[in-house]
């Protein structure tokens, strides 16, 4: 068994600990506060302030009509692409008749 004095040394190396733990723990609750509070701050000064929210809308909108002409101009290019296939295996097979005759 271990003696009394074995017990006060091991006692007193956990006790240190636990005080650097809980430093520790009341510096983060701490930080987490901090940042807590300047998240709010940030969100009271985007959404509550009405230029910054029809900026926002004007932007998002603006977003869909660009991914609107995005995708008219990719569909565009799908058609051309497979257009041009096609005209290139009419040519080889013209060429490949004009051949063999």
């Not at 068994?1 to 040394?9: D, F, G, K, N, P």
């Not at 701050?41 to 977003?63: H, I, Y």
Request: hydrophobic share 50%; glycine share 2%.
């Amino acid at each position: 068994m271990a003696t009394l004095e074995e017990i006060q040394e091991i006692v007193t190396a956990t006790d240190g600990k636990v005080d650097q733990l809980l430093i520790w723990k009341a510096s983060h609750t701490k930080e987490h506060e901090l940042i807590e509070r300047d998240v709010a701050d940030s969100r009271a000064v985007l959404f509550e302030n009405p230029g910054v929210v029809s900026k926002v809308n004007t932007l998002w909108n603006c977003n869909k009509d660009v991914t609107k002409w995005k995708d008219f101009w990719m569909s565009v290019l799908r058609y051309l692409i497979v257009a041009v296939i096609v005209a290139v295996v009419c040519w080889l097979l013209l060429l490949y008749k004009g051949i063999s005759l």
